[in-house]
Nanobody, 126 residues
């Protein structure tokens, strides 16, 4: 089992940046493909980004527009999501997730992830 705790969300003006963090406990996250997803009010959960077990391969949503950067520090059991040029449509609860097993591919499917954090709210508004 692994527990995931996100942090770093908040209220930011359009054009601003945030760095979200997700720290794993219970096991090191070096075993896991890690992903970030988000869900806006009234919307389906959507994939944002994912990173391979050793951090050498990343996968991003086609709509990210190059504004998202995922990274991980296995020594700190933490995965990060840097989000730049934030827009009101980025407002959502952002969740991190861990995919257990020997898979190395950073999947974009939420169904592939076994463990989820509680989410951190990101609100983009002037």
């Amino acid at each position: 089992q692994v527990q995931l705790v996100e942090s770093g969300g908040g209220l930011v003006q359009p054009g601003g940046s945030l760095r979200l963090s997700c720290t794993a406990s219970g096991r090191t996250n070096s075993r896991y493909v890690m992903g970030w997803f988000r869900q806006a009010p009234g919307e389906e959960r959507e994939f944002v980004a994912a990173i391979s077990r050793n951090g050498d391969l990343a996968n991003y949503s086609g709509s990210s527009g190059g504004r998202f950067t995922i990274s991980k520090d296995n020594a700190k059991n933490t995965v990060y999501l840097q989000v730049d040029s934030l827009q009101p449509e980025d407002t959502a609860v952002y969740y991190c997730a861990a995919r257990e097993g020997t898979y190395s591919s950073p999947s974009s499917s939420g169904a592939d992830y076994s463990f989820w954090g509680q989410g951190t709210q990101v609100t983009v508004s002037s």
